[in-house]
């Protein structure tokens, strides 16, 4: 029974809606693709910029424009080095590059880290030889206390390439004018000494100044 209702109501539907129902599944297809983006362009080749240069030869003969990399291809052929040349008269417009043997290139190398070690050498030789000595008092120093200290002092400024740095302590609420009366006295305890003075400065209820032999040209 059930085929036979099938058969007389079921089916004459579906053959009647069978034209409608493909033409919208059809036109669902086709909007799916076309609302779908399709990328048809391709990335484009990134442009390599080449770089020319101005080869010179070792005895300064110009051997043409290059590029760089045929340069270097050519002083490796000639078991040569390129040496970047800033004072050629063509070097303003395009870069300019000399063929150096590699031996040459090595010895100027070589020569320019042997004078930085001299020049180091000669700079901690002159910090070794000025002879750097420290003196610390209370503003409240003793007469006593500061004539010895004095002595050292004249002593030390008798030597050449002496430097004697004085601190005279105090609080910070001790006046300046306090500390300027011990530093007065140290001035007339060194009378008859060639020195100056230099770097003299109240920090802190301290002052702090440097001493230092004067040169004495000799007679």
Known sequence: MLCTTFHRVLRPLLLSNYEAITRVVTQSVRFNSESEPVNKTSAKPIAVKTEFVLLVDENGKVLGTRTKTEAEAFAAKKHMMLQLIDNHAESKK??????????????????????????????????????????????????????????QICGWLSKPKTEIRVSIAGKTDTKETALEEVFKKIEQGLEGTVHRVLQKRVNNGSLKFTLVPLKTDAK
């Open 94 to 151: 395009r870069v300019a590059y000399k063929l150096v043997a590699m031996w040459d290139r090595a010895e100027k190398v070589k020569s320019a880290a042997t004078s930085h070690q001299h020049q180091q050498h000669r700079q901690q030789q002159q910090q070794q030889q000025i002879l750097v000595k420290t003196v610390s008092m209370n503003f409240k120093i003793s007469d006593n206390d500061l004539s010895t200290k004095l002595k």
